[in-house]
C-alpha cells in the first residue's frame, strides 16, 4: 500500500465489488474466494483477504495464475489509463470518490463476462493453438532491450531463436487482420478476443516480451516478460472476461526428451528454458511450473512421459537463513524497528518474515513430491550453493538457471552437481 493513504475509508470487498468481479462465496468473512479476473479461475483459488489476525490486509492472490497484490493493484490491473509515478494517488483519490458515491464500474468487459462464461470452458485444440501462436510470433520481431535480457541469461542467438521469443506488437488490432486473412483460428486461442467495435484483438497492454510454453513441441500458450514491471514480472496473454475471450490458465512447460530417466521441475516458464538449453550439454530434460504452489496439469505431463526420477529445483530460499539482519525488505525492516525492533519482532534472533517465506516455500516443496509420488516417479530435491555444515544457502545464486550460468560462464561450480552425476544434490 501506498504510504499517506487512509485505506480504512474503503476495504478490497468493496473495490471488488466496484470492479464488477465475481465472489464466488461471501460470508461475510475477512477471507472471500473470488473468480479470478485475469486468468478465470473458479475453483477458488484467487482469494481477498480484508484482514487476518486482526491486522487490516486488503490484498489477494491467485494460486492459479500466480497473480498478487493490494486493491490499489486489482483496480490498476483492471482499469486502463493511469500511468505515471503518482498513478496510485490518482487512483486512491478516483476510488474513493466513486465509492463515496455507490457508484459502481459498467465497463463492457463486465457485462459481457457473464453471456461469454460458457466460451471460456474449452480453449482451442493444441494443434490449433500451436498454429495460431506460431503464425503469431512469425510476424513479430525481437527488440534490442529485450534480446538483450535474453542474452543477460546466457542465451546464445540461435537459443532466443529456437525459444520463439518476440516483442508484444504496437499494433494488436492490425496483427489480428494480418492473421485472420491467412486463414488463423483466433476463436477460444488465449489472448485474442472482439473489442467494442466488434475486431479481433490481441489482449496486450505492456511492453515486454513473449515467453512461449512449450509442451512435447506443441506451442499451448504464452506469458509476457513486463519490460517494466510493477511487482508481478510475467502475466499471462489471457482474455479471460473479454467478449468471445477465453482463459489462458496456468499451463506447465517441458524441454527434453519425454523418455529421460530424470526430469528437473523449477518454477517459471522461462527459467525453466533457460536451465534446459544451459544444460542442454548433459541432455537434461526440464518442466517449469509456473508458480511454486500452481501445479495444475504436472501429474498428467508425469504420466504421459516415461522419467523414473523428478528433480525439484525451487529456488534457494527454500533454505534461506532466518537471521534477523535488517536486511529483507526496507518497510518492513522500518516498521519493525519502530515497533520495537528485535526484541518485539524477533526475540530469538530470527526474522518473522524470512521464517514465513521459507515455510511457505518448503510446504510448496511437500506438495511437490505428493504430486511426483501420485504420478508414480521417485521424488528427489536438488540444491546448490549449500552451506556443507548447516545447509544454509549461502546467498549467492538464487535460480538455478542463475546457478547453471556459471557453467557456460566459465566459473567453477564445486559445491554441487547435475542430476544424474556423482556429485547431483539431491537428499
Known amino acids: 500500500m501506498q504510504k499517506g493513504y487512509d485505506f480504512m475509508s474503503f476495504n478490497i470487498s468493496e473495490v471488488a465489488d466496484y470492479l464488477g468481479i465475481e465472489k464466488l462465496q461471501d460470508t461475510g468473512g475477512d477471507s472471500i474466494p473470488i473468480c479470478c479476473p485475469y486468468c478465470g479461475d473458479r475453483r477458488g483459488k484467487n482469494t481477498i483477504c480484508i484482514r487476518k489476525d486482526g491486522k487490516e490486509k ?36 478516483d476510488l474513493r470518490d466513486a465509492l463515496e458515491k455507490g457508484h459502481r464500474d459498467h465497463t463492457p468487459k463486465k457485462r459481457v463476462e457473464e453471456t461469454d462464461r460458457k466460451t471460456e470452458k474449452t480453449k482451442a485444440p493444441v494443434n ?17 532491450i529485450d ?16 525459444g520463439l521469443f518476440r516483442s508484444v506488437p504496437s499494433d494488436p488490432v492490425g496483427i489480428c487482420r494480418i492473421l485472420k486473412r491467412e486463414g488463423c483460428m483466433l476463436e477460444n486461442v488465449p489472448g485474442f478476443y472482439k473489442n467494442a467495435a466488434g475486431n479481433w484483438q490481441l489482449n496486450v497492454w505492456a511492453e515486454g516480451y513473449f515467453c512461449p510454453v512449450l509442451q512435447d513441441g506443441y506451442l499451448v500458450g504464452m506469458q509476457i516478460r513486463l519490460r517494466n514491471p510493477k511487482k508481478q514480472k510475467y502475466i499471462w496473454l489471457s482474455s ?11 499451463p506447465v512447460c517441458f524441454y527434453g ?11 517459471g516458464i522461462l527459467k525453466a528454458y533457460v536451465t ?72 530469538d534472533g530470527s526474522c518473522r518474515y524470512k521464517e514465513r517465506k521459507r515455510q511457505m516455500i518448503q510446504e510448496a516443496q511437500d506438495s511437490l513430491q505428493k504430486v511426483i509420488a501420485k504420478a508414480g516417479l521417485i521424488g528427489r530435491s536438488y540444491h546448490w550453493d549449500r552451506d556443507p555444515v548447516s545447509g544454509l544457502w549461502l546467498g549467492n545464486k538464487k535460480g538455478i538457471d542463475d546457478y547453471c550460468s556459471m557453467r557456460r560462464g566459465g566459473m567453477s561450480h564445486a559445491g554441487a552437481g547435475y542430476p544424474g552425476s556423482a556429485r547431483a544434490g539431491a537428499l
Open 240 to 250: 479471460s472476461g473479454k467478449r468471445a475471450g477465453i482463459s489462458s490458465g496456468a
Open 257 to 267: 526428451d519425454p523418455d529421460a530417466e530424470f526430469v528437473i521441475i523449477t518454477e
Open 58 to 93: 486488503n490484498v489477494f492472490q491467485c494460486f492459479s495464475c500466480g497473480r498478487h497484490g493490494n486493491m490499489l493493484d486489482l483496480y490498476l490491473d483492471q482499469k486502463a489509463g493511469y500511468v505515471g509515478a503518482d498513478r496510485y494517488k490518482r487512483a486512491y483519490a
Open 128 to 144: 490449433v493453438l500451436d498454429h495460431t501462436y506460431r503464425s503469431l510470433l512469425r510476424h513479430l520481431t525481437l527488440q534490442t
Open 276 to 347: 534446459y538449453c544451459l544444460l542442454s550439454d548433459i541432455g537434461v530434460s526440464v518442466i517449469g511450473v509456473p508458480g511454486v504452489n500452481v501445479l495444475g496439469g504436472l501429474k498428467e505431463l508425469l504420466k504421459q512421459h516415461h522419467h523414473k526420477i523428478a528433480y525439484e529445483a525451487y529456488d534457494m530460499d527454500k533454505y534461506m537463513p532466518v537471521a534477523c539482519m535488517r536486511d529483507y525488505e526496507a518497510k518492513k525492516c522500518a516498521a519493525c524497528i519502530q515497533s520495537g525492533g528485535r526484541e518485539a519482532y524477533c526475540p
Open 147 to 162: 534480446r538483450l535480457d535474453l542474452q543477460r541469461r546466457m542465451l546464445t542467438d540461435a537459443e532466443i531463436e529456437a
